[in-house]
């Protein structure tokens, strides 16, 4: 146990988190205690640095936040349901993710309605997710809500008895992707409720499952991204209430943000700059083929990859560097089996990454992996945040820095020179596990840090090669440098 004291911390007296589920309701009885490493004080000559604080004084960013504000709180004792936001991508033979929505329902014979709203052919989507949760033991029914069926009036569809009965007698709810506004326009037309929504969340508050892949994941916030192709843009700002921002659903609540196909699309890059003009503290980034089970204080994960927390509790913006920034956003980064408590933030990782590998630089034992630095040039790209820390936390650098910026961007645009710096670093509080009891090894990274910065990338980036200079002739009085290429890039 390299020299360090595990301890177990006792349960919580009350489960509390972003839904809030009620005082007298017990945890789930799979749920483990929460672990804390407790580590010797360190000497009073040789306190250990918390993260460096930047130079200037600085505010929270909320200079960007719009007119949509949070729906209301629904009553915290009346939810005693799971919400199960899927990253999209989920494959027919996950079975875990597919056999635990089925067994949090009810088990064999529960009931589901599956709603296709999103999906370009909400039928054939529908009848999918009919069929791999009928092979699981359910009774799954899907219903014809979506806008995509030009025979259905929506406005009747939505407040039919018939349908609206379906709903009650369910124990799960399923919202299959697509394009997230088609349900939220549909179920919640103007920021209001409807019958057929009222009844999901009647389902929810007795202890129903809503769970839903990609678009059926984004709509779990109070808000979420409408449309939002580019996440450089939305680091530039360029988001706006009604076009790429919009209200969601809220089935985790009014204080979690969720963000889906995370990790493999970069969208931390979109995630903070909203997270911080909408004033959420918590986020949650849930990546492809995997899902994240949230009930009152918990989030567990399962499935193929991993989920990103995003904890802006302590970050800060300066406001005179005129673009988006911030210092101190706090990440952690978990795998399957791995739970995270909302209230403590703190981490549960699983029972094999207990039995594995402890990466603590704080450790004299501390024996890192990696030496050599690092540099990445696409900071967004598919699994590199994730990837840049679990390399981080097992080497002997203390951060690590990479870019992200338009490469192609449009004429004329006044901002195809601004980009981003992200320096990622360790703080004393961070942490990470590994073990390889399933082949690749895989790890839990706790509370790295990440400052991004607005930079100049002058454009062109690159020019043509003129080739080396040519040696002077023998006899020559002198050698002449060859002039630079009228095409190379200015800034240098």
């Not at 989030?299 to 406001?319: F, H, K, N, Q």
Request: aromatic letters at 8%; hydrophobic letters at 45%.
């Amino acid at each position: 146990m390299r020299a360090w004291i595990w301890a177990g911390v006792a349960a919580m007296a009350v489960a509390m988190g972003v839904q809030a589920a009620p005082a007298t309701t017990a945890p789930a009885a799979s749920a483990p205690q929460v672990l804390k490493l407790l580590r010797p004080a360190p000497a009073a000559s040789s306190p250990k640095a918390a993260p460096a604080a930047p130079a200037k004084a600085t505010t929270p960013a909320s200079a960007t936040t719009g007119a949509l504000q949070p729906l209301p709180e629904a009553d915290p004792a009346a939810i005693r349901g799971y919400a199960v936001p899927i990253g999209g991508a989920l494959k027919a033979d996950n079975e875990e993710v597919w056999q635990r929505i089925v067994q949090l329902a009810g088990g064999k014979g529960a009931r589901f309605v599956v709603f296709g709203t999103a999906s370009e052919d909400p039928e054939a989507s529908a009848k999918q997710v009919v069929d791999l949760l009928q092979r699981r033991g359910a009774v799954a029914e899907a219903l014809p809500v979506a806008p995509k069926f030009l025979w259905v009036d929506l406005n009747k569809v939505v407040r039919d008895p018939a349908l609206i009965a379906k709903v009650k007698a369910a124990k799960g709810i399923f919202f299959t992707g697509g394009v997230q506004e088609r349900i939220v326009d549909v179920l919640q037309p103007g920021g209001q409720s409807t019958p057929m929504l009222e009844a999901i969340w009647d389902v929810y508050r007795k202890g129903g499952v809503v769970a839903g892949t990609s678009a059926g994941a984004a709509i779990m916030s109070t808000i979420m991204f409408r449309d939002a192709p580019s996440v450089v843009n939305i680091l530039k700002g360029r988001f706006a209430d009604g076009k790429q921002v919009d209200r969601g659903l809220g089935f985790v609540g009014p204080h979690l943000f969720v963000d889906q196909h995370f990790l493999k699309r970069g969208r931390f890059g979109r995630m903070i700059p909203l997270m911080m003009a909408k004033g959420y503290k918590l986020g949650l980034g849930v990546d492809e083929n995997t899902a994240a089970i949230i009930r009152g204080d918990e989030i567990e994960v399962i499935g193929d990859r991993g989920c990103m927390i995003v904890d802006l509790t302590e970050a800060r913006s300066d406001p005179t560097l005129g673009a988006f920034n911030v210092q101190g956003a706090r990440l952690s980064y978990l795998e399957h089996g791995d739970r995270y408590h909302m209230r403590a933030r703190s981490t549960t990782p699983s029972a094999p990454k207990l039995r594995g590998d402890l990466h603590d630089a704080e450790s004299p034992s501390f024996k890192p992996y990696y030496t050599d630095d690092f540099f990445h040039l696409d900071m967004l790209g598919d699994s590199t945040i994730s990837g840049a820390m679990s390399r981080l936390i097992d080497s002997v650098r203390k951060e690590v820095k990479g870019l992200a910026f338009d490469v192609l961007p449009r004429p004329n645009d006044p901002l195809a020179e601004l980009g981003f710096l992200f320096r990622l670093y360790k703080g004393s509080d961070s942490l990470g596990w590994s073990t390889e009891e399933f082949g690749g090894e895989q790890f839990t990274v706790t509370n790295l840090y990440l400052d991004i910065t607005p930079v100049r990338l002058p454009m062109p980036l690159y020019g043509g090669w003129a080739g080396p200079a040519k040696a002077s002739p023998p006899g020559a009085s002198g050698a002449t440098s060859a002039a630079p290429p009228a095409s190379a890039p200015s800034g240098q």
